[in-house]
């Protein structure tokens, strides 16, 4: 069998962005972790996301950002999570180049959510991931209107960057 080889996209270090695909089992099936955010978080208010956000100097590397991100979000240790690969990187709507992550968390896992940045968690079953059939939908930024891939899930719309970076991992699993 032949290793991914995941796809790399240039872009300039202020827009490095790294995320954090959280995937645990319960009751024997797999699920991923997916965050609410807060309508007081500066950007992306009220979206379906994933843990991860902007490099840092110190980071060294968007793969520690989105390990960062995912302690300071989500509460889960540094060393309690193991990185089992990476997604393509992608361009999100507002102009960031993320650099996606896929990592194991044990279960049950004692998550703290960040109030200031995190409503709550979403645990989505991978086999309603691999059953839903995602529809474009408007999404609006500064003005601009583009189609994104769309889904809903117990009420919480999943489109954009979330759903492209989903339905990669949809093919690749």
């Given at each position: 069998?032949?290793?991914?080889?995941?796809?790399?996209?240039?872009?300039?270090?202020?827009?490095?962005?790294?995320v954090?695909?959280?995937?645990?089992?319960?009751?024997?099936k797999?699920?991923?972790?997916?965050?609410?955010?807060?309508?007081?978080?500066?950007?992306?208010?009220?979206?379906?996301?994933?843990?991860?956000?902007?490099?840092?100097?110190?980071?060294?590397?968007?793969?520690?950002?989105?390990?960062?991100?995912?302690?300071?979000?989500?509460?889960?240790?540094?060393?309690?999570?193991?990185?089992?690969g990476?997604?393509?990187?992608?361009?999100?709507?507002?102009?960031?180049?993320?650099?996606?992550?896929?990592?194991?968390?044990?279960?049950?896992?004692?998550?703290?959510?960040?109030?200031?940045?995190?409503?709550?968690?979403?645990?989505?079953?991978?086999?309603?991931?691999?059953?839903?059939?995602?529809?474009?939908?408007?999404?609006?930024?500064?003005?601009?209107?583009?189609?994104?891939?769309?889904?809903?899930?117990?009420?919480?719309?999943?489109?954009?960057?979330?759903?492209?970076?989903l339905?990669?991992?949809?093919?690749m699993m």
């Amino acid at each position: 069998m032949e290793t991914y080889k995941p796809q790399e996209i240039y872009c300039v270090r202020s827009k490095w962005a790294g995320v954090l695909v959280p995937l645990l089992e319960m009751e024997g099936k797999p699920f991923i972790v997916l965050t609410k955010r807060t309508n007081t978080v500066k950007a992306h208010k009220g979206e379906v996301s994933f843990p991860g956000g902007m490099y840092e100097e110190d980071d060294g590397n968007r793969k520690n950002t989105a390990i960062r991100e995912c302690h300071e979000e989500i509460g889960v240790g540094m060393d309690d999570m193991e990185i089992i690969g990476r997604l393509d990187d992608m361009y999100t709507l507002t102009g960031f180049c993320m650099r996606p992550y896929v990592g194991i968390v044990p279960f049950p896992y004692p998550f703290k959510t960040n109030p200031d940045e995190v409503a709550y968690l979403i645990y989505l079953p991978f086999d309603f991931l691999q059953r839903v059939k995602p529809v474009p939908e408007e999404a609006e930024y500064r003005g601009y209107v583009e189609k994104v891939p769309s889904f809903y899930y117990e009420g919480d719309r999943i489109w954009g960057a979330t759903c492209r970076i989903l339905l990669r991992l949809r093919r690749m699993m």
